[in-house]
């Protein structure tokens, strides 16, 4: 058996490699467009060319690997859809506290200053 030589350049795997690999260039940069801090009044047409591109990548990526394995690309973008949500979900829910504790030590302040 170690006589056998496999084929380094084999184009059939190197193409579904290469699907997978888009897929996942389009999972971070909708990553990146997630944790982006940039205030909607701020967007230029630029940013949301940008956004565009992305939603189709990771769109034409995920029909792709539809093509190969069926149902892989659209459970990896339900993946991504509901992880997102979560992630949205748990910055608010920081952002709620925040805001709290940030009313409590307002009220604190303006009873401390009634006092005086």
Do not use: W
Not at 43 to 61: C, D, F, G, K, M
Not at 64 to 74: S, T
């Amino acid at each position: 058996m170690s006589d056998l030589k496999l084929p380094k350049n084999n184009k059939y795997m190197d193409s579904k490699k290469q699907n997978k690999d888009n897929i996942e260039n389009a999972f971070n940069d909708f990553k990146k467009l997630l944790s982006d801090k940039t205030h909607p009044d701020n967007q230029t047409p630029a940013y949301h060319n940008n956004v565009i591109s992305t939603l189709n990548r990771l769109l034409v990526s995920a029909d792709e690997l539809d093509g190969i394995n069926p149902g892989e690309g659209i459970f990896g973008l339900i993946v991504l859809a509901l992880r997102s949500c979560l992630k949205l979900r748990d910055d608010n829910t920081k952002l709620e506290v925040e805001l709290r504790d940030l009313k409590l030590e307002i009220n604190r302040l303006k009873k401390n200053q009634k006092v005086k």
